[in-house]
Protein backbone atom coordinates (compact mmCIF):
# COMPACT_ATOMS: atom_id res chain seq x y z
CA UNK A 1 0.00 0.00 0.00
CA UNK A 2 2.60 2.52 0.73
CA UNK A 3 4.69 1.74 -2.60
CA UNK A 4 1.03 2.38 -4.38
CA UNK A 5 0.32 5.98 -2.94
CA UNK A 6 3.89 6.75 -3.81
CA UNK A 7 2.54 6.30 -7.62
CA UNK A 8 2.48 9.16 -10.05
CA UNK A 9 -1.02 8.93 -10.67
CA UNK A 10 -1.25 11.19 -13.84
CA UNK A 11 1.39 9.33 -15.34
CA UNK A 12 -0.79 6.29 -14.71
CA UNK A 13 -3.71 7.57 -16.36
CA UNK A 14 -1.74 8.88 -18.90
CA UNK A 15 -0.28 5.57 -19.73
CA UNK A 16 -3.53 3.61 -19.52
CA UNK A 17 -5.41 6.41 -21.57
CA UNK A 18 -1.86 5.59 -24.49
CA UNK A 19 -2.71 2.23 -24.33
CA UNK A 20 -6.48 2.17 -25.34
CA UNK A 21 -5.79 5.13 -28.30
CA UNK A 22 -2.86 2.77 -29.16
CA UNK A 23 -4.69 -0.21 -29.27
CA UNK A 24 -2.20 -2.20 -27.51
CA UNK A 25 0.10 -2.82 -24.88
CA UNK A 26 2.91 -2.73 -27.14
CA UNK A 27 1.54 -0.30 -29.05
CA UNK A 28 1.64 2.30 -26.25
CA UNK A 29 4.95 0.93 -25.04
CA UNK A 30 6.62 2.22 -28.52
CA UNK A 31 5.04 5.64 -28.29
CA UNK A 32 6.22 6.06 -24.80
CA UNK A 33 9.21 5.18 -25.46
CA UNK A 34 9.28 2.53 -22.40
CA UNK A 35 9.26 -1.23 -22.38
CA UNK A 36 6.04 -3.24 -22.73
CA UNK A 37 6.44 -4.71 -19.11
CA UNK A 38 6.55 -0.82 -17.40
CA UNK A 39 3.47 -0.25 -19.64
CA UNK A 40 1.94 -3.95 -17.63
CA UNK A 41 3.06 -2.48 -14.35
CA UNK A 42 1.46 0.70 -14.85
CA UNK A 43 -1.85 -0.44 -15.81
CA UNK A 44 -1.92 -3.04 -13.04
CA UNK A 45 -0.96 -0.02 -10.02
CA UNK A 46 -3.65 1.64 -11.54
CA UNK A 47 -6.18 -1.13 -11.35
CA UNK A 48 -4.82 -2.04 -8.05
CA UNK A 49 -5.01 1.41 -6.68
CA UNK A 50 -8.97 1.67 -7.82
CA UNK A 51 -9.92 -2.13 -6.98
CA UNK A 52 -11.57 -2.55 -10.51
CA UNK A 53 -10.44 -4.77 -13.91
CA UNK A 54 -9.71 -1.79 -16.66
CA UNK A 55 -8.82 -4.28 -19.61
CA UNK A 56 -9.43 -7.94 -20.19
CA UNK A 57 -6.14 -9.10 -22.22
CA UNK A 58 -5.89 -12.71 -24.26
CA UNK A 59 -3.23 -13.78 -26.21
CA UNK A 60 -4.24 -11.56 -29.34
CA UNK A 61 -6.76 -9.16 -28.09
CA UNK A 62 -7.77 -6.55 -25.55
CA UNK A 63 -11.13 -5.34 -24.87
CA UNK A 64 -12.22 -2.59 -22.54
CA UNK A 65 -14.49 -3.38 -19.02
CA UNK A 66 -17.27 -1.61 -18.17
CA UNK A 67 -15.27 0.28 -15.80
CA UNK A 68 -12.14 0.79 -18.34
CA UNK A 69 -14.91 2.44 -20.82
CA UNK A 70 -16.02 4.75 -17.86
CA UNK A 71 -12.43 5.20 -16.43
CA UNK A 72 -10.76 6.08 -19.66
CA UNK A 73 -13.31 9.23 -20.54
CA UNK A 74 -12.63 10.01 -16.87
CA UNK A 75 -8.73 9.63 -17.09
CA UNK A 76 -9.04 11.94 -20.31
CA UNK A 77 -11.12 14.61 -18.85
CA UNK A 78 -8.49 14.48 -15.64
CA UNK A 79 -5.74 14.80 -17.88
CA UNK A 80 -6.81 17.20 -19.93
CA UNK A 81 -7.51 19.70 -16.90
CA UNK A 82 -3.55 19.01 -15.74
CA UNK A 83 -2.64 20.28 -18.81
CA UNK A 84 -4.46 23.47 -18.38
CA UNK A 85 -3.16 23.41 -14.97
CA UNK A 86 0.30 22.82 -16.41
CA UNK A 87 0.17 25.63 -18.49
CA UNK A 88 -1.72 27.93 -16.83
CA UNK A 89 1.32 27.94 -13.72
CA UNK A 90 3.99 27.94 -16.38
CA UNK A 91 6.33 30.56 -15.81
CA UNK A 92 5.98 32.52 -18.62
CA UNK A 93 1.98 32.22 -19.93
CA UNK A 94 2.82 31.78 -23.40
CA UNK A 95 5.61 29.83 -22.97
CA UNK A 96 4.69 26.42 -24.81
CA UNK A 97 6.34 23.37 -23.37
CA UNK A 98 6.48 19.75 -23.58
CA UNK A 99 6.95 17.88 -27.12
CA UNK A 100 4.33 18.35 -30.06
CA UNK A 101 3.92 15.65 -32.39
CA UNK A 102 2.85 16.95 -36.02
CA UNK A 103 2.87 14.92 -38.86
CA UNK A 104 3.42 16.72 -42.70
CA UNK A 105 3.45 16.03 -45.87
CA UNK A 106 6.81 15.13 -47.28
CA UNK A 107 6.84 17.61 -49.87
CA UNK A 108 6.01 20.52 -48.13
CA UNK A 109 7.41 19.01 -44.55
CA UNK A 110 11.02 18.74 -45.63
CA UNK A 111 11.57 21.96 -47.92
CA UNK A 112 8.93 24.94 -47.26
CA UNK A 113 8.52 24.57 -44.04
CA UNK A 114 11.40 23.42 -42.37
CA UNK A 115 12.63 27.01 -42.32
CA UNK A 116 9.71 28.62 -40.39
CA UNK A 117 9.71 25.07 -38.20
CA UNK A 118 13.19 25.82 -37.44
CA UNK A 119 12.74 29.72 -36.49
CA UNK A 120 9.45 28.42 -34.19
CA UNK A 121 11.87 25.93 -32.41
CA UNK A 122 14.47 28.52 -31.92
CA UNK A 123 11.80 30.84 -30.32
CA UNK A 124 10.25 28.64 -28.05
CA UNK A 125 13.55 26.48 -26.30
CA UNK A 126 11.34 24.48 -24.04
CA UNK A 127 9.57 23.04 -26.49
CA UNK A 128 10.42 20.26 -29.01
CA UNK A 129 8.55 18.76 -31.97
CA UNK A 130 8.36 15.18 -33.47
CA UNK A 131 7.72 16.19 -37.47
CA UNK A 132 6.83 13.64 -39.26
CA UNK A 133 6.49 13.40 -42.96
CA UNK A 134 3.74 11.00 -43.91
CA UNK A 135 1.36 11.50 -46.78
CA UNK A 136 -1.39 8.93 -45.58
CA UNK A 137 -4.15 9.85 -43.93
CA UNK A 138 -3.39 10.15 -39.89
CA UNK A 139 -5.26 8.82 -37.14
CA UNK A 140 -4.77 10.82 -34.24
CA UNK A 141 -5.63 8.05 -31.60
CA UNK A 142 -3.37 5.44 -32.47
CA UNK A 143 -0.89 6.91 -34.38
CA UNK A 144 -0.17 9.53 -31.29
CA UNK A 145 -0.96 12.95 -33.24
CA UNK A 146 -1.05 16.00 -31.92
CA UNK A 147 -2.15 17.76 -35.38
CA UNK A 148 -1.44 17.32 -39.43
CA UNK A 149 -0.61 19.45 -42.22
CA UNK A 150 -2.71 18.12 -44.93
CA UNK A 151 -2.66 19.05 -48.50
CA UNK A 152 -5.91 18.48 -50.97
CA UNK A 153 -7.54 15.77 -48.49
CA UNK A 154 -11.68 16.19 -47.32
CA UNK A 155 -12.19 17.57 -44.45
CA UNK A 156 -13.34 15.24 -41.74
CA UNK A 157 -15.89 16.29 -39.73
CA UNK A 158 -14.94 14.62 -36.85
CA UNK A 159 -11.57 16.78 -36.34
CA UNK A 160 -11.11 20.33 -36.21
CA UNK A 161 -9.85 21.73 -39.41
CA UNK A 162 -8.38 25.11 -40.15
CA UNK A 163 -7.87 26.02 -43.76
CA UNK A 164 -4.27 27.93 -44.28
CA UNK A 165 -3.60 28.03 -47.50
CA UNK A 166 -4.40 27.11 -51.20
CA UNK A 167 -1.32 25.65 -54.05
CA UNK A 168 -2.49 26.35 -57.20
CA UNK A 169 -1.33 24.04 -59.96
CA UNK A 170 -0.05 23.66 -63.63
CA UNK A 171 -0.32 21.27 -66.30
CA UNK A 172 3.55 20.94 -67.60
CA UNK A 173 5.57 18.67 -70.38
CA UNK A 174 9.30 19.26 -72.06
CA UNK A 175 9.67 21.27 -75.47
CA UNK A 176 11.19 18.17 -76.15
CA UNK A 177 8.05 15.91 -75.73
CA UNK A 178 5.99 18.55 -77.85
CA UNK A 179 8.71 19.05 -80.55
CA UNK A 180 6.77 17.85 -84.08
CA UNK A 181 3.50 18.13 -82.44
CA UNK A 182 0.76 20.83 -83.60
CA UNK A 183 0.70 23.95 -81.23
CA UNK A 184 -1.52 22.59 -78.20
CA UNK A 185 -4.15 26.06 -77.33
CA UNK A 186 -7.04 23.78 -76.32
CA UNK A 187 -7.22 21.51 -73.38
CA UNK A 188 -9.17 18.73 -75.75
CA UNK A 189 -5.41 18.22 -77.46
CA UNK A 190 -4.29 16.96 -73.79
CA UNK A 191 -5.74 13.95 -73.84
CA UNK A 192 -3.43 12.48 -76.89
CA UNK A 193 -0.10 13.13 -74.87
CA UNK A 194 1.44 10.77 -72.52
CA UNK A 195 0.64 11.50 -68.78
CA UNK A 196 1.91 11.36 -66.05
CA UNK A 197 -0.74 10.57 -63.00
CA UNK A 198 -0.11 11.82 -59.44
CA UNK A 199 -2.85 9.35 -57.90
CA UNK A 200 -3.11 11.38 -55.02
CA UNK A 201 -5.25 13.74 -57.18
CA UNK A 202 -6.33 12.18 -60.45
CA UNK A 203 -5.06 8.98 -62.21
CA UNK A 204 -7.56 8.46 -65.67
CA UNK A 205 -9.02 11.79 -66.23
CA UNK A 206 -8.14 15.49 -65.30
CA UNK A 207 -10.45 18.42 -64.60
CA UNK A 208 -9.19 21.97 -65.86
CA UNK A 209 -11.40 25.54 -65.21
CA UNK A 210 -10.63 28.44 -67.68
CA UNK A 211 -9.76 30.83 -65.15
CA UNK A 212 -11.93 33.93 -67.22
CA UNK A 213 -15.32 31.93 -68.14
CA UNK A 214 -15.08 29.67 -65.05
CA UNK A 215 -16.03 26.46 -68.08
CA UNK A 216 -15.15 23.18 -66.82
CA UNK A 217 -13.53 20.49 -69.04
CA UNK A 218 -12.79 17.04 -67.88
CA UNK A 219 -10.54 14.72 -70.15
CA UNK A 220 -9.51 11.51 -69.83
CA UNK A 221 -5.79 10.82 -70.10
CA UNK A 222 -3.31 7.69 -70.19
CA UNK A 223 -0.94 7.35 -67.53
CA UNK A 224 2.72 6.08 -68.78
CA UNK A 225 3.61 6.00 -64.77
CA UNK A 226 1.63 6.42 -61.87
CA UNK A 227 2.82 7.59 -58.73
CA UNK A 228 2.27 9.17 -55.07
CA UNK A 229 4.74 11.61 -55.21
CA UNK A 230 4.91 15.08 -56.76
CA UNK A 231 8.87 14.96 -56.87
CA UNK A 232 8.82 11.96 -59.04
CA UNK A 233 6.25 13.21 -60.99
CA UNK A 234 8.10 16.45 -61.72
CA UNK A 235 11.48 14.23 -62.45
CA UNK A 236 9.57 12.00 -65.07
CA UNK A 237 7.87 15.13 -66.52
CA UNK A 238 11.88 16.85 -66.92
CA UNK A 239 12.87 13.41 -67.90
CA UNK A 240 9.93 13.46 -70.76
CA UNK A 241 7.90 10.77 -70.17
CA UNK A 242 4.77 12.68 -70.12
CA UNK A 243 2.61 15.64 -69.11
CA UNK A 244 1.80 16.17 -65.60
CA UNK A 245 -0.03 18.32 -63.02
CA UNK A 246 1.76 19.42 -60.32
CA UNK A 247 1.56 21.61 -57.68
CA UNK A 248 3.46 25.34 -59.46
CA UNK A 249 5.98 25.93 -56.74
CA UNK A 250 7.57 22.84 -57.52
CA UNK A 251 8.09 23.53 -61.65
CA UNK A 252 8.15 27.90 -61.18
CA UNK A 253 11.95 27.64 -61.86
CA UNK A 254 11.58 24.56 -64.37
CA UNK A 255 9.12 26.93 -66.30
CA UNK A 256 11.40 30.02 -66.06
CA UNK A 257 14.26 28.38 -67.27
CA UNK A 258 12.55 26.46 -70.08
CA UNK A 259 13.10 22.93 -69.15
CA UNK A 260 9.22 22.99 -69.23
CA UNK A 261 6.00 24.51 -70.48
CA UNK A 262 2.87 25.36 -68.97
CA UNK A 263 0.15 24.17 -71.15
CA UNK A 264 -3.17 25.56 -72.04
CA UNK A 265 -2.10 28.41 -69.14
CA UNK A 266 -5.54 29.59 -69.14
CA UNK A 267 -7.19 26.50 -67.95
CA UNK A 268 -6.00 25.06 -64.25
CA UNK A 269 -6.75 22.15 -62.24
CA UNK A 270 -8.25 23.43 -58.92
CA UNK A 271 -5.97 24.32 -56.64
CA UNK A 272 -5.49 22.37 -53.33
CA UNK A 273 -6.27 23.38 -49.96
CA UNK A 274 -3.70 23.14 -47.28
CA UNK A 275 -5.85 22.46 -43.84
CA UNK A 276 -4.38 22.47 -40.15
CA UNK A 277 -5.99 19.39 -38.86
CA UNK A 278 -6.44 17.95 -34.71
CA UNK A 279 -8.69 16.09 -32.76
CA UNK A 280 -11.81 17.85 -30.58
CA UNK A 281 -10.84 18.15 -27.42
CA UNK A 282 -11.93 20.07 -24.00
CA UNK A 283 -8.77 21.60 -23.92
CA UNK A 284 -5.79 22.63 -25.86
CA UNK A 285 -1.89 23.20 -25.02
CA UNK A 286 -0.49 25.90 -25.31
CA UNK A 287 1.82 24.39 -27.72
CA UNK A 288 -0.83 23.83 -30.24
CA UNK A 289 -2.20 26.94 -30.15
CA UNK A 290 1.35 28.45 -31.07
CA UNK A 291 1.78 26.01 -33.64
CA UNK A 292 -1.60 26.93 -35.21
CA UNK A 293 -0.62 30.79 -35.03
CA UNK A 294 2.40 30.12 -36.86
CA UNK A 295 0.80 27.77 -39.79
CA UNK A 296 -1.77 30.49 -40.18
CA UNK A 297 0.51 33.19 -40.21
CA UNK A 298 3.26 31.54 -42.79
CA UNK A 299 1.70 29.15 -45.00
CA UNK A 300 0.22 31.86 -47.13
CA UNK A 301 3.36 33.86 -47.02
CA UNK A 302 5.01 30.44 -48.47
CA UNK A 303 6.75 30.02 -52.54
CA UNK A 304 3.75 29.17 -54.56
CA UNK A 305 0.78 29.36 -51.56
CA UNK A 306 -1.61 31.82 -51.66
CA UNK A 307 -4.44 32.84 -49.52
CA UNK A 308 -7.83 30.82 -49.89
CA UNK A 309 -9.76 32.79 -52.31
CA UNK A 310 -13.03 32.40 -49.70
CA UNK A 311 -11.23 34.49 -47.49
Known sequence: MIRTERIDRVELMRTFVRIVE????????????????????????????????????????????????????????????????????????????????????????????????????????SLSVEWMLNDKTVDFLSDNID????????????????????????????????????????????SALPWIAVNTFYQHNV?????????????????RLSTDS??????????????????TWTVSDDIAQGRLVELVPDWQAAPLPVHLVYPWARYYPTRLRKFLELMKAVMPELAGMRRPKEE
Open 147 to 190: CAIRVGAEVDPATVSVLLAEVPRSVVATPDLLAGLPEITEPVQL
Open 22 to 125: AGSLSAAAGQLKTTQATISRRLQSLEAMLGVKLILRTTHAMKLTDDGERGYHHAKHIIDAWLALEDGLNVAEDEPVGTLRVRAPHAFGQQQLLPPLLQFLARYP
Open 230 to 247: IYVARNAALAGLGAAIVS
Open 207 to 223: SLTHQHSREPVTLAITP
